[in-house]
């Protein structure tokens, strides 16, 4: 059987060692345009400029039998770049067992990492401009790599059919200018004979697992990956991508998915490693969605998950690194915390399997409790700071191992931070799904102040009671001055509790700063202002005094002298322009007609009445006496004078 694979990666280069039957056609993309192929089923990629292009060799392939290959070599047309803008949607795959390979393109690099951030280079891109979707894969047994694709309003790649793979690919849109609703969709039904064994990232059942696989799938509008419909026999494995990351690094620069990392409408699929007792090549980081603002915070109002199931069951998820995203690390009905129930007994998305409770820590042992009626598997998490929602996420992954219901113990060396935990239940050889995560327990427990209540935990295992201590003075400065805003940087290094910042100025809170972030951009200033802010941390026990005052000017220069005058003489009338510079914080930006910024054209010694203030460049006077003499005078003026 041909086993083909769609793998989608923003930076890999990847050589595929499973087995499929030898390519019946092999053709080279040499030109970036979008001419269709001239004699479909000719074996024979060409348009009528006798050039191969991307849709012509689609419209070969499809027209052909066997497992074809699509290789580039086209001329770079944006830097190293060569560059593809498909005037319509490219053609559906149709034909089946087709690879499409971008990483033979010159200068691409495969990614080599195995974990963290990807240093893979791709030079073929495919930018839909707003097209509705870019790839749309309705046949089995094909495979996507080493392209980075973007700007399609609907769908990077939308798959219908099975046995697919997408490995080695940058998925991602421009979120703020109404980009694509997902970088990855999967659609299918349950129906008999379609298995919807799809792949998005490694496939190890038929290709050893490879730094070159994982994909980057970020800045996408609705969410990174979404899958909808039950795999009867496997379900999608999505495994070893950044979703939500910027390929180059971990941290966050506004380009998370505005949805959901992973959303699932269905049963039976997997996102993460499976099989090993520790996270590798195969695990996925899921992180910072629900952030396309520059700013790197979070809207009011997005629901920016890890994972979300909105419907299904049976869907597994193990070994991710889920951490900094707006919603919860995993959302089990798509409507935030889901409580625990006696006896686990309700129903819903992924069952509604309930989490773990956490009830102590020591420096040696976690102990905690499970009410699934068989046992399962518990995987304990440990994040720098907790989840605002009080459970979760899972950022530094802890331990893995099975437990049966009731009281369980894990044993090793606990660091100081916020612990959670995900359970995976099956019942009767019929799995239920993994959990949410469970509710935060800080470590190491803090005793809690006098009359305040509670009692640590003496001997016996006994439960120590959860308090945090009170949260410590942070640090403040500003940093990067403009005349309309002020970046004021937290200098406190957040440890193990539960930090929210706030940035106060005279006591009035004006901006409650994200947990684990350090910088808010406040802006809408005016010029030449003197700005004094303080800081403040918050955690569950309260607000911590205010740091030291920290003042700020918002410095801005009166305009330089006009450039240029030009004027344009007829019998009655002339036209004057003015072309000026005007300073700003040392940076020199033409005159764009922002409020409290204008011109003023006046005649010398003339009747004439003056321009008044007017944000035009440009003046014309009339009613002039032909032959005359006139001194003209032009003035600019902004926020900081004249």
Request: aromatic share 8%; hydrophobic share 40%.
């Amino acid at each position: 059987m041909v086993k083909n694979k769609i793998l989608f990666s923003f930076l890999f280069l990847l050589s595929f060692s499973w087995a499929q039957d030898v390519s019946a056609a092999t053709f080279v993309v040499n030109d970036t345009g979008d001419a269709t192929d001239a004699t479909p089923g000719n074996g024979v990629c060409a348009t009528a400029g006798a050039v191969c292009t991307l849709r012509a060799a689609i419209v070969e392939t499809n027209a052909l039998a066997g497992a074809d290959t699509i290789n580039f070599n086209a001329p770079p047309n944006a830097g190293n770049n060569a560059e593809i803008i498909p005037g319509s949607d490219l053609p559906t795959l149709t034909g089946g067992s087709l690879t499409i390979d971008g990483f033979t393109q010159p200068l691409s690099i495969a990614n080599t990492n195995a974990t963290g951030a990807l240093n893979a280079v791709h030079t073929i891109k495919v930018n839909g401009g707003g097209l509705r979707r870019l790839f749309n894969i309705a046949s089995d047994f094909n495979t996507i790599r080493g392209i980075s694709i973007e700007q399609a309003l609907e769908d990077g790649i939308l798959i219908t059919g099975n046995k697919n793979h997408i490995i080695g690919c940058d998925i991602f849109n421009n979120g703020n200018v109404g980009a694509s609703d997902f970088g990855v969709e999967v659609i299918f039904s349950s129906s008999v004979g379609n298995t919807g064994s799809n792949f998005i990232g490694f496939d190890p059942a038929f290709l050893p697992a490879n730094e070159a696989q994982r994909n980057a799938i970020h800045f996408n509008r609705n969410g990174g990956i979404r899958v909808s419909g039950d795999g009867n026999f496997g379900g999608t494995k999505i495994f070893g991508n950044l979703i939500g990351h910027v390929p180059l690094t971990l941290d966050p620069v506004g380009n998370g998915n505005g949805g959901p990392g992973v959303t699932i409408n269905g049963s039976g699929h997997s996102v993460g490693s499976s099989g090993t007792n520790i996270p590798d090549i195969q695990s996925n980081n899921i992180a910072f969605n629900g952030d396309t603002n520059r700013n790197h915070s979070c809207d009011v109002g997005e629901n920016g998950a890890g994972i979300a199931v909105t419907t299904g069951g049976a869907n597994i998820f193990f070994f991710n690194f889920i951490f900094r995203n707006c919603g919860l690390g995993i959302d089990l009905g798509a409507n935030g915390v889901t409580p625990n129930d006696v006896g686990d007994a309700d129903v819903g998305a992924n069952d509604l399997v309930n989490f773990p409770v956490i009830t102590s820590i020591t420096n040696t042992q976690i102990q905690g409790t499970t009410d699934f009626a068989s046992g399962g598997v518990v995987q304990i998490y440990r994040n720098t700071a907790g989840d605002p929602s009080g459970n979760g996420e899972g950022e530094f992954f802890v331990a893995n191992f099975n437990v049966t219901p009731g009281l369980w113990t894990f044993v090793g060396a606990m660091q100081d931070g916020v612990y959670s935990a995900i359970f995976y239940g099956s019942l009767g050889g019929v799995t239920g799904g993994s959990s949410e995560f469970s509710t935060n327990f800080v470590f190491p427990v803090v005793a809690p102040p006098p009359g305040a209540g509670g009692t640590i935990g003496v001997g016996g295992g006994n439960p120590a009671t959860n308090v945090l201590a009170s949260p410590e003075i942070p640090g403040l400065r500003a940093e990067n001055i403009t005349p309309a805003s002020i970046d004021w940087i937290l200098t406190m290094l957040f440890t193990r509790e539960l930090y929210t910042a706030f940035i106060n100025e005279r006591d009035q809170i004006l901006a409650q700063i994200e947990r684990g972030l350090r910088m808010w951009k406040q802006g809408n200033l005016n010029p030449n202002t003197v700005y004094q802010m303080k800081a403040r941390s918050v955690n569950q026990r309260g607000m911590s005094d205010p740091s030291e005052l920290v003042s700020a000017v918002t410095l801005m220069e009166s305009p330089a002298g006009l450039e240029q005058v030009r004027i344009s003489d007829t019998s009655a009338r002339f036209k004057i322009m003015g072309l000026a510079q005007f300073m700003g914080v040392g940076d020199a930006q033409k005159f764009t007609g922002e409020d409290k910024t204008g011109y003023l054209f006046q005649i010398e010694g003339s009747p004439l009445a003056d321009s008044g203030w007017v944000k035009s460049i440009e003046h014309e006077f009339t009613g002039l006496i032909p032959s005359h003499d006139y001194r003209v005078r032009v003035k600019a003026r902004n926020a900081a004078g004249v």
